[in-house]
Nanobody
């Protein structure tokens, strides 16, 4: 059973940066896309960003374009989400997820991490 482990969340002030990381507990011997989603209290889980296996193509939620950057290191089997200029409305639990192809639909993702809390104070 594949498990994804996120790290890097925390409590920061508005305007600060954080970098989230996500890696599987077992080596993924196949090409795959990775995505980040977030869920704020009382809200649905929303797509944030996703990246193809090659790293050439990525997709972002409009609200994070220009502030967040998704990247990956396939040697280390790790995906990153660099979050700059954080805003209080970015506060949520952030989840990484695995999909066979690039998608912004949560239903296309087969494996999920447990989530890491990001809290941005004003």
């Amino acid at each position: 059973q594949v498990q994804l482990i996120e790290s890097g969340g925390g409590l920061v002030q508005a305007g600060d940066s954080l970098r989230l990381s996500c890696a599987p507990t077992v080596r993924m011997n196949t090409k795959y896309a990775m995505g980040w989603f977030r869920q704020a209290p009382g809200k649905e889980r929303d797509f944030v960003a996703a990246i193809t296996w090659s790293g050439i193509t990525s997709r972002y939620l409009d609200d994070v374009k220009g502030r967040f950057t998704i990247s990956r290191d396939n040697v280390k089997d790790t995906v990153f989400l660099q979050m700059n200029s954080l805003k209080p409305e970015d506060t949520a639990v952030y989840y990484c997820a695995w999909a066979p192809i690039l998608s912004d639909a949560a239903a296309r993702y087969e494996y999920w991490g447990q989530g890491t809390q990001v809290t941005v104070s004003s």
